[in-house]
């Protein structure tokens, strides 16, 4: 499967432990994008980067949440001293960064905060 | 405020008749409109988008900016066609997508 993948698929952790998802957009792909979906809604924008280079961050994003995507190629999203309300399906999307060019998802991570 | 509303959450039909997904948007400029479908079991991903005026698996949207709506269609639904259905909004260009809530719809034999 060349699309993009996001490890690991389903996360259980206990409210106040840190959890980090992965993922690796398709090669060729220089912008990564991060979405949070709930219960019944539509996915939400967190944050995305140009190559390595963060270059927005939703105001969705608490300080809690951190971004990283070293050397320009996989990403990772790190949640501290996670909520329940941080429960939510955590998608990854890539995308060649020419303007209007579609966004290819990956299956997302699953977190459920118990 | 950007806004896409999307006001049903399910919409069910017969096989071989027409479908409407409705879509209202909320944005003071140039709107880029898009549709995802979600198939079961199966990654979001593009239908189609406003601007390429592309028909993809028989469904078309017209973008309305008068009414600021993109409502998606097809003139005969197949069972196939079950499956969630999101309109975003992009403001800037950038990916930074606004999503309606989805539209689930269900295409019956």
């Not at chain 1, 501290?80 to 309300?85: A, D, F, L, M, S």
């Not at chain 2, 880029?32 to 199966?42: A, D, G, H, K, T």
């Not at chain 2, 606004?98 to 295409?107: D, P, Q």
Request: net charge positive; with cysteine; hydrophobic share 30%.
């Amino acid at each position: 499967d060349t699309g993009v993948s996001q490890n690991p698929r389903h996360k259980i952790t206990k409210r106040g432990q840190n959890v980090t998802f992965r993922c690796d957009p398709i090669s060729e792909h220089n912008r990564l994008y991060w979405y949070r979906q709930t219960l019944g809604q539509g996915p939400e924008f967190l944050t995305y980067f140009q190559n390595e280079a963060q270059l927005e961050k939703s105001r969705l994003l608490s300080d809690r949440f951190s971004a990283e995507r070293p050397k320009g190629s996989f990403s990772t999203l790190e949640i501290q001293r996670t909520e329940q309300g941080d429960s939510a399906m955590y998608l990854c999307a890539s995308s060649v960064g020419a303007a209007g060019e579609k966004l290819f998802f990956g299956s997302g991570t699953q977190l459920s905060v118990l | 405020a950007q806004r896409v509303t999307q006001p049903e959450k399910l919409l069910s039909v017969f096989k071989g008749a027409p479908v409407e997904l409705k879509c209202n948007y909320s944005y003071s400029g140039s709107p880029e409109l898009f549709w995802y479908v979600q198939y079961s079991r199966q990654r979001l991903q593009l239908l189609l988008r406003h601007i390429s005026r592309e028909s993809i698996k028989g469904f078309t949207a017209d973008l309305n900016k008068g009414e600021t709506s993109f409502h998606l269609k097809k003139p005969f639904a197949q069972e196939e066609d079950s499956a969630m259905y999101y309109c975003a909004l992009d403001p800037g260009g950038y990916n930074k997508l606004i999503f309606g809530a989805g539209t689930r719809l269900a295409v019956h034999p």
